[in-house]
């Protein structure tokens, strides 16, 4: 109760500091619009509605030139109040430097789950005379403004029964026609232990399961337990770049009764890497300790621009001697260029199954430089425990020489 009255306090200590504020408005029709600042990093967690939570927002001056009195007033509404002041002294800001400031923010008790956007806005000043050259003549006065946008989640009411702790996705990516795995850990925040628990995942197109798996059952969670879920999809080949919103629904029974809880979280997609593994063959196709062998790795563009700077890195591992590094050099679009590394494995190696770890880097058409990592499993065959033929035959030669005496053994003397 204690705390309640000190929050009520404090907002309307805020609330009575920003109205007699004005000096926000006043300066505002001053200043200049344009855009040379950007947020650079928002650190806060999940919103619950009703509940007060600090942000930490740190925003970069991208112009070339450096400003002074700068200041950044954070807008509220309907849902979101600022509990402390909502203006803060930034001061000097150098060219390409940031700076962070923090509010303590309350999402209204009437709020929805979802995202909200606040505003901020930032004024500065430059000194006009100084830079001229830099501003033009058309430039009179020396304040500037910018309105920045960033986005936080309400996730409702705090529950007090079951609900999803955290999500992971890997990759945290999904690129077209690949598959991803998603985790995610339920926790019980109910004063009682919940039974015949129920997770679905529903997945429309572009994504689709990679495994008969609709839903999770858990017959029991326990009070604060956690569990994990793990799920596997795949994404069409076809989808489309952009963020796409995945629901989830928990069914549960307690001794109050049975629920429901839904979840929406998004994920991203976006386009797939132009380099792609075409091939990989081994020569021999059978792996054998002390022997030379060779993994033959077709490389192809699919991508509609060139790629350059092609490098492939290659980990044997224990038990593997093999190239480390190949130059594939450019290739140009729809077409494709064999590397070939050389495998050795230890002759102490015995009969299993091993991973080659590769990192593909290379340049796209814009300069960026890229990077894909693959396993590649190889199955080595222990020599040792081989058969030779000659020898096979000849104890199959034994084996029908032993039936054929019997044979006639039992032949003759069962006459008798």
Known sequence: MIWKVIISISFVLALAYTGHASFDETVSDKAVFINKFSIENVDVKEFYTGEMQRINITIRNNWKLGVKDAYVTMLGDENIQISDSNKKYLGIINSSESKTVSF????????????????????????????????????????????????????????????????????????????????????????????DLKFRLFLDPPFRYAAPQIFIYLPELNVDQTKGLTYYIDTDASAEEGTYKLKSIIEYSISDGSFIEDYDFNVDIVEGTPLQIERIDFKPDVI??????????????????????????????????????????????????????????????????????????????????KKISRIIPIHILDTESIIPAYVTIFIAAIVIIFLLVSAVFILYYGRG
């Open 104 to 195: 303590l923010v309350i999402i209204n008790e009437n709020a929805k789950r979802g995202v909200y956007m606040p505003k901020l806005n930032i004024i500065w000043e430059v000194d006009v005379d100084k830079y001229r050259s830099e501003l033009g003549t058309e430039v009179t006065s020396g304040m500037f403004k910018d309105t920045l946008e960033f986005g936080i989640y309400n996730a409702g009411k705090r529950l007090e029964n079951v609900g999803i702790f955290n999500i992971s996705i890997d990759p945290r990516s999904l690129t077209p026609g690949k598959s991803a795995k998603i985790n995610l850990n339920l926790t019980n925040n109910a004063k009682k232990p919940v039974k």
């Open 288 to 369: 054998r300790p002390n022997a030379d062998s060779e993994m033959i790795i077709e490389l192809k563009n699919s991508g509609k621009s060139g790629i350059k700077d092609v490098k492939i890195v290659s980990y044997g591992g224990e038990g593997i001697l093999n190239d480390v590094y190949k130059y594939a050099g450019s290739i140009s679009p729809n077409q494709s260029k064999i590397v070939i590394f050389a495998i050795n494995a230890d002759k102490t190696t015995k009969l299993t199954t091993r991973g080659i770890n590769l990192d593909i880097s290379y340049i796209d058409s814009t300069g960026s430089a």
